[in-house]
Every structure is written in C-alpha cells, then in structure tokens.
C-alpha cells in the first residue's frame, strides 16, 4: 500500500494499521496519514484484508465517532467497489456485531445493497453508549 512503515499482512503490521487509522481520524495528525491512505487502497487492492482491518477498527475504536469513520469511508467504499462479494458478510457478520451493525447504519448505500442487507436497527444514544462498555 502507500506510506505504511512495515510492509506485509502481520498482526503486528494489522495492529499499527488499526491504531493509526484510528489516530488519524481523531487528531488528524499528518504523521498517521498513511493509515487512512493504506485502508482507502486496500478496499479496491485487497478487498479480504481490507474486510478484516475493518472489522479489526470497529473492534478498538473507542467512541461513534470512529465507527462513523469507518461507516463513511472504508465500509462505504469495500461494498461500493465490491458489492457483491461482501453485502452477503457483512449482513451476517452485522446480526452478531453490534458495532458493525451502527457503522452499517450510518453508511450511504444504494438501495439495493440497502435491500440485501435488511431492516437496519435505529440506534439511540443508550445503544450506542452500550457499544463501548467494557465487555465489547
């Protein structure tokens, strides 16, 4: 991918990814631009990982906020680019993961992904702040 300081598809490089992604959509901070630039590649380059970092950003984010990020760019982007392959995981995936489950509602999405995807839950403020209690 672009800037990242470890090449390959290790934890340790996953790890760093996530973090920096998620550093980067909080503070904005130049340093961890690469992160955002890696995960928008990826959603058109490598479609599997880039469904696994996703999953893997929902899991560490600490507030919405992020799973907003992630809703608006690299999810928004892996179903747009490659609808069809992963509309069918993430309506699986989302019945078990909640933080998946807010991201997918927050997303822009044509009507037909909407379609396949189902009824999508409407979240209140309580929902939400359930979704970054400890037992996550």
């Known amino acids: ?3 990242s300081p470890a090449s390959g598809e290790s934890k340790d490089t996953n790890i760093e990814l996530a973090k920096a992604y998620i550093r980067y959509m909080t ?3 130049d340093a961890d631009f690469w992160a955002f630039e890696d995960m928008d590649d990826m959603t058109r380059q ?3 990982r880039a469904w696994q970092m996703i999953l893997n950003i929902l899991s560490e984010a600490p507030d919405a906020h992020i799973l907003c990020c992630v809703a608006s760019g690299p999810l928004e982007d892996l ?3 490659n609808g069809g392959e992963y509309v069918d995981k993430v309506t699986l995936e989302s019945k078990t ?3 998946l489950a807010y991201a997918v ?3 822009i999405l044509d009507n037909s992904m909407l379609a396949k995807i189902g009824a999508l839950k ?3 403020n309580n929902d939400v702040e359930d979704l970054f209690k400890k037992s996550h």
């Open 46 to 48: 490598d479609p599997p």
């Open 79 to 81: 179903l747009n680019y």
């Open 97 to 99: 993961n909640s933080r």
């Open 1 to 3: 991918m672009n800037g």
């Open 105 to 107: 509602s927050k997303a």
């Open 122 to 124: 409407v979240w209140d």
């Open 27 to 29: 503070f904005k901070e």
